[in-house]
């Protein structure tokens, strides 16, 4: 991750950018309510059009981007972007994995569009769902789908005053322990993703006597093996462990990796 000092003497200018996505991670930002009002008095929001009209020129101190890279007009314009970018943040699953979208990785895409429009000839997209990353350098990376409206304002506040930002790279397991829920897989023979994937969310699935989806990402190094060894041990079928890591994040390394390996046995 690299480093960005802000400007002085005058307002930083943030940007917003959107890719392929749902806009749910943007809509993140106006969650924030009375932290985005803070926010507006710190920063410029230059760029935003999910909530303004207004654009003020570049260079931007802050690009937020949401969303993959799924077409050849994409492609080129996020070069664009990072050009007059001084710090590139990538937000939610679409920008850091490649986003649902990205479960077209694993078939032929042209398969799928010939079936969807009536006129084929006039789609131009690529044969893959990519992150942010594999097309540019990416300063930081929020996960989720969503991502967490903490995180942000965390990492938005850490740039601001020149300081690292403090976003936890452990796992969903230690949310439940911090929250007192007792372990789904333990207690219940549940099938959870909370051991490899990365906290974030708060324990929101394990909270509601669910396991955890994966939302945010394979946390730092995951054991995906050892965990598929323990949901085989449940009675969880091959089949099913592959649709079980090709959720929001299915084209993360690790997630794909694991998924893949279950698929080809």
């Known amino acids: 991750m690299g480093g960005v000092t802000m400007p002085s003497g005058k307002k930083p200018k943030l940007a917003v950018w959107k890719f392929a996505s749902c806009d749910g991670c943007q809509l993140t930002l106006l969650d924030c309510e009375d932290e985005l009002l803070a926010l507006a008095e710190a920063v410029e929001i230059a760029y935003f059009p999910e909530a303004s009209r207004a654009v003020v020129k570049g260079p931007y101190d802050i690009s937020l981007v949401e969303g993959s890279i ?7 314009r996020i070069h664009a972007v990072r050009r007059m970018s001084k710090c590139l943040v ?10 649902i979208q990205a479960l077209r990785n694993f078939k032929d895409v042209k398969e799928f569009v010939s079936v969807v429009y009536a006129t084929p000839a006039y789609i131009e997209v690529l044969a893959k769902s990519t992150p942010i990353a594999d097309h540019v350098f990416v300063d930081y990376e929020l996960r989720g789908c969503p991502i967490s409206k903490v995180q942000l304002i965390e990492l938005l506040g850490a740039l601001l005053c020149g300081r690292k930002p403090n976003i936890p790279t452990y796992s969903v397991c230690i949310e439940c322990k911090r929250r007192g829920i007792v372990c789904l897989t333990v207690a219940k023979d549940m099938p959870c993703l909370g051991p490899v994937t990365q906290a974030g969310c708060g324990a929101v699935c394990p909270g509601l006597d669910r396991g955890c989806y994966g939302c945010f990402g394979p946390k730092e190094t995951p054991n995906t093996n050892s965990m598929s060894t323990i949901w085989a041990t449940l009675g969880v079928s091959r089949a099913d462990l592959t649709r079980a890591f090709r959720g929001f994040n299915a084209y993360a ?11 080809q046995k």
């Open 90 to 99: 990538t937000i939610g699953a679409c920008a850091t994995a490649g986003g």
């Open 253 to 263: 390394e690790p997630f794909r990796r694991e998924s893949t390996a279950h698929e």
């Open 70 to 76: 799924t077409t050849p007009h994409d492609a080129e």
